[in-house]
């Protein structure tokens, strides 16, 4: 006689699981990263400070002090790309700060989230933050749809058989986790790490609870801030990071930038722009890069190519609506006048051989430092420029753009 058991085997919800209820892996796929080991790290984070505000670099202490003390003051740290979510993985926040405490009449937030584009930068807020408030005298945990408080939860509310919140100090070092699935109405986790271990206080939950998303968009920014309506504090960014807690699938898209007319660049030595893209304004948390680039060499001219992040050009270009995608382009062709006056930030460079029929690829590694955006809506731009080393050097080339919505 034989028997069937259930060796069904199940997992209570806890830190072991993701949003998802997925037994967790250490292997998470990093999407971005931000330490202050070295300096504020500039070419990944938008600055905004205003009144007599100050924002200091500390190499010893790895972090950077963000301080307000007159009514208008205010410091916002929000980086630049926006981390992509992929629907069906739970995606992971984690950030650390110190002097969370509550400060008569400053506000200090960290988290992931948006504002409007102008000063003072304090409405429509999108996405979620922990929040210190020396005006309500409440430290709250916030969810954001385009605006409206889709949830908020004070410590008096937060739950947990493991920690009393009320033990908390704020004016120490902390380290806050969120987890969440979207997919525009999953659930959402807040919780601190304590002793190495992830204390969960609040789990949200939206599907069949609510009536639309609770969040506008999942990509959104790392923001750090402080603002001062009369009161005088400081906030701490140390160290934050948002991984999905999966591998990085291959789902993508690409869009080809064409180079068709042969462009004439006339001085040996000068750097001519040549391809440019960036994001259009309503696409602002897509993740994007150059993946290759293909160029030809229709003279015999040596040349240096680089691919430059924000240079200085020396003419504003014209940029042109891709179809069907979240990118502008702008080319320069024909006979070109316009310089590099300043350089960007070198992602990449190569040697092109001299020849006719000298056609160079290449192919473009992941970088963090990429397409974004400014806390002001400053777009950032991205673009392939052209140094010959000999005079009326003439070039075709194309482009192709790898993003994740």
């Not at 670099?57 to 630049?80: C, N, P, Y």
């Not at 033990?167 to 986790?177: A, E, G, Q």
């Not at 304590?194 to 204390?199: D, I, P």
């Not at 006056?341 to 020849?355: F, P």
Request: hydrophobic fraction near 35%; charge should be negative; glycine fraction near 8%.
């Amino acid at each position: 006689m034989s028997y069937i058991f259930n060796n069904q085997i199940s997992y209570s919800d806890s830190p072991n699981l993701d949003a998802f209820g997925r037994l967790r892996i250490a292997a998470v796929t990093n999407l971005l990263d931000i330490k202050h080991v070295y300096d504020k790290n500039p070419l990944q984070i938008s600055e905004v400070t205003a009144g007599t505000a100050t924002s200091v670099f500390s190499k010893e202490f790895a972090r950077v002090r963000m301080s307000a003390g007159t009514s208008g003051d205010l410091v916002i740290r929000q980086t630049k790309t926006h981390p992509i979510y992929q629907p069906g993985k739970s995606q992971l926040f984690e950030g650390s700060f110190s002097n969370f405490q509550i400060e008569t009449d400053v506000i200090k937030r960290v988290g992931c989230y948006t504002s409007t584009s102008g000063t003072p930068y304090d409405s429509v807020f999108d996405g979620f933050f922990l929040e210190s408030n020396g005006i309500t005298s409440a430290i709250t945990f916030n969810i954001y749809l385009s605006g409206s408080c889709s949830y908020s939860a004070d410590t008096s509310t937060w739950d947990s058989t493991q920690f009393n919140p009320t033990n908390f100090d704020w004016s120490k070092t902390n380290l806050m986790t969120v987890d969440y699935q979207w997919l525009g109405v999953g659930r959402m986790r807040f919780g601190m790490v304590l002793s190495g271990q992830t204390v969960y206080f609040l789990d949200y939950t939206a599907a069949n609870n609510i009536d639309t998303v609770y969040m506008s968009s999942p990509n959104q920014p790392i923001r750090y801030e402080i603002r001062s309506s009369g009161g005088t504090g400081y906030l701490d960014m140390i160290c934050c990071q948002v991984s999905t807690e999966g591998a990085l699938n291959g789902l993508y898209s690409t869009v080809g930038i064409q180079h068709n007319t042969t462009t004439t660049l006339s001085t040996s030595g000068t750097k001519y722009p040549y391809i440019g893209y960036r994001l259009k304004q309503g696409y602002v948390s897509v993740t994007s890069q150059y993946n290759s680039l293909s160029i030809l060499n229709t003279s015999n001219d040596n040349y240096l190519l680089t691919i430059e992040y924000n240079p200085t050009l020396s003419t504003t270009p014209t940029w042109i609506d891709i179809p069907n995608s979240p990118f502008e382009y702008s080319l320069f062709t024909g006979t070109t006048t316009a310089t590099i006056t300043s350089n960007g930030y070198v992602v990449k460079s190569l040697i092109g051989e001299a020849g006719t029929s000298a056609l160079t690829t290449l192919i473009v590694d992941d970088n963090q430092i990429r397409n974004g955006v400014s806390v002001d809506g400053t777009l950032d731009e991205m673009w392939v420029n052209i140094t010959p080393l000999g005079a009326n050097a003439t070039f075709l080339g194309t482009a192709e753009i790898l993003y994740y919505l």
